[in-house]
Nanobody, 125 residues
Framework: VQLQASGGGVVQTGESLRLSCAVS????????VGWFRQAPGKEREFVAV????????IYSDSVKGRFTISRDNAKNTVYLQLNSLRPEDSAVYYC???????????????????WGQGTQVTVSS
């Protein structure tokens, strides 16, 4: 399974971006796909996840109400819409996929077997 994250860029506070995570090597059906981010000098943290069924989503408190995760199984792609961006959202964003991630582990990065290379998001004030 390979994941390709894209869509990052440099924006100003309050602007939007849409990140994409293209999955190849298997179908997205039955696979949980999460987004995580890592800022310089900080640990990687959970951002959002689309559950294995695709019907459930979870967000970190810091992005809830501003970010939206969605999936297009026909395109084997998961999206993360980032609205009302803030400087503290600046980080490398990674997508991760796992076919065996249970509900209680959806926000746990150790539960994911496959990772993309990351895409940089920079928000200027």
């Amino acid at each position: 399974v390979q994941l390709q994250a894209s869509g990052g860029g440099v924006v100003q506070t309050g602007e939007s971006l849409r990140l994409s995570c293209a999955v190849s090597g298997r179908t997205l059906r039955g696979v949980a796909v999460g987004w995580f981010r890592q800022a310089p000098g900080k640990e990687r943290e959970f951002v959002a996840v689309s559950s294995r069924t695709g019907s459930g989503t979870i967000y970190s408190d810091s992005v809830k109400g501003r970010f939206t995760i969605s999936r297009d199984n026909a395109k084997n792609t998961v999206y993360l819409q980032l609205n009302s961006l803030r400087p503290e959202d600046s980080a490398v964003y990674y997508c991760a996929a796992g076919a065996s991630v249970i509900t209680s582990s959806l926000s746990n990065m150790d539960a994911y077997a496959n990772w993309g290379q990351g895409t940089q998001v920079t928000v200027s004030s």
